[in-house]
């Protein structure tokens, strides 16, 4: 995990680079959101760590725990028209749906011993027959549908965001 911080620091300086790369305040925190969802598929176990880790200041949230991180996302929200309470609202329901949607997804992909063909694991071969909506759903809970989950689920926030936006 030691060069995990370094790579978010790197993700951050890119953005920094070239700033005309994101047009508003939603298309910076695309950028920013698709950048951790790299970072948590490439390196799933770090980045567990990393998510589960404690903040740098009480009320941030990880993995943007950093209070560098936070005052980007908090200097977008605010150049893009939140007031204060809306920009603190806005980065609470950005951080809590990216991460938990990476989280999950980090975990799928960081495999182990619980997968799905394993015996004992509900669904598995063993299970056969005695849960019968996992035997039918078993295989459409297996398709790997993530990017476009986790695209629809930013999607859903950052709508959320405009109207936490527009309210204030």
Known sequence: MDDLPHLLDRLRAERRADPGAAHCWQ????RLAHDLRRVALARPEAFATLATAPAAAPGLRP???DVDWVEEVLVVLVDGGFDDA???????A???CVLG?????????AGGPDSPDSPGVPGGPAARGRRPVLDRL???LAEDH?????DDALEAVLARMEALRAEH
């Open 86 to 92: 809306a920009a603190v609202a806005a980065y609470r």
């Open 146 to 150: 993530g990017a476009d989950e986790f």
């Open 27 to 30: 298309d910076h925190l695309q």
């Open 101 to 109: 949607h990476l989280l999950l997804e980090a975990s799928l992909h």
């Open 138 to 140: 078993g295989a459409s």
């Open 63 to 65: 993995p943007l725990g």
């Open 94 to 96: 950005f951080v809590t």
